[in-house]
């Protein structure tokens, strides 16, 4: 049983900066994949930035170099460092889990923290 816990959501004005947490509550393997969605109002969930085994990241095109990831594996943790942020980041941003266990992928998701980007 694998538990995520989200933070560092709130409201700020655009051009502004914020940093998301991710804690795992429970066991976390070298090959998890962590990674950051989010899902807008009237929108799909989608992906924002990913970090794997060796740190290889993987970003969405749409941050244009705005978004971090990073990883604290010492700490369980995930953060997300966003800069430069615009309205249309407005979202809820989810953190996830992947572990991959014998060919299966298997998938741990937190409660979401709500993002708020004022004109």
């Known amino acids: 049983q694998v538990q995520l816990v989200e933070s560092g959501g709130g409201l700020v004005q655009a051009g502004g900066s914020l940093r998301l947490s991710c804690t795992v509550s429970?066991?976390?393997?070298?090959?998890?994949?962590m990674g950051w969605y989010r899902q807008a109002a009237g929108n799909q969930r989608e992906l924002v930035a990913s970090?794997?085994?060796?740190?290889?990241?993987n970003y969405a095109e749409f941050l244009k170099g705005r978004f971090t990831i990073s990883r604290d594996n010492a700490k369980k943790t995930t953060f997300l460092q966003m800069s430069s942020l615009k309205p249309d980041d407005t979202a809820v941003y989810y953190c996830?889990?992947?572990?991959?266990?014998?060919?299966?992928?298997?998938?741990?998701w937190g409660q979401g923290t709500l993002v708020t980007v004022s004109s």
């Open positions: 429970g066991s976390i393997a070298v090959a998890d994949v």
């Open positions: 996830n889990l992947k572990r991959t266990i014998f060919g299966k992928i298997y998938d741990a």
């Open positions: 970090i794997g085994p060796g740190g290889i990241t």
